[in-house]
């Protein structure tokens, strides 16, 4: 497994790609509890990560609560016909929101925080990249 992180915007996207095993678990996990810190609005890009075991779903899971506790968005783009078998089975897929591309979540982030009533002091709406 593999993890790239890339600010785009306010947004930071994680790639994650290969497989997402429980030997890697802890070590994303711990990466993730980083950038949960620093970052209000998260996309974790699962576009090139081929296969998923529990730990890598209970990681995932776990991302999701604390960037809930935390008061950050996390969404997830990309996922793959295996991976996606997992979230399904397990029904993971109804507390994510899960986009096809990167493209359209990014969107998303920038579609909800137009639609939404004025940011809170805590959390200001993501700003679009720069051209």
């Given at each position: 497994m593999n993890t790239s992180f890339e600010k785009v915007g306010?947004?930071?996207?994680?790639?994650?790609?290969?497989?997402?095993?429980?030997?890697?678990?802890?070590?994303?996990?711990e990466d993730l509890q980083t950038h949960l810190e620093e970052n209000r609005f998260i996309l974790l890009d699962l576009s090139q990560m081929d296969y998923i075991d529990s730990s890598g779903l209970g990681v995932l899971v776990w991302a999701l609560q604390q960037a809930t506790t935390q008061r950050c968005i996390l969404k997830i783009a990309g996922l793959q016909s295996?991976?996606?078998?997992?979230?399904?089975?397990?029904?993971?897929?109804?507390?994510?929101?899960?986009?096809d591309s990167?493209?359209?979540?990014?969107?998303?982030?920038?579609?909800?925080?137009?639609?939404?009533?004025?940011?809170?002091?805590?959390?200001?709406?993501?700003?679009?990249p720069q051209a």
């Open positions: 306010d947004v930071l996207k994680v790639s994650i790609s290969g497989r997402l095993v429980a030997a890697y678990a802890e070590n994303l996990r295996r991976p996606r078998i997992v979230f399904d089975i397990t029904k993971v897929s109804r507390i994510f929101e899960i986009y990167v493209p359209a979540a990014l969107a998303s982030f920038y579609k909800d925080a137009s639609a939404a009533q004025p940011a809170t002091a805590t959390q200001q709406p993501p700003q679009p």
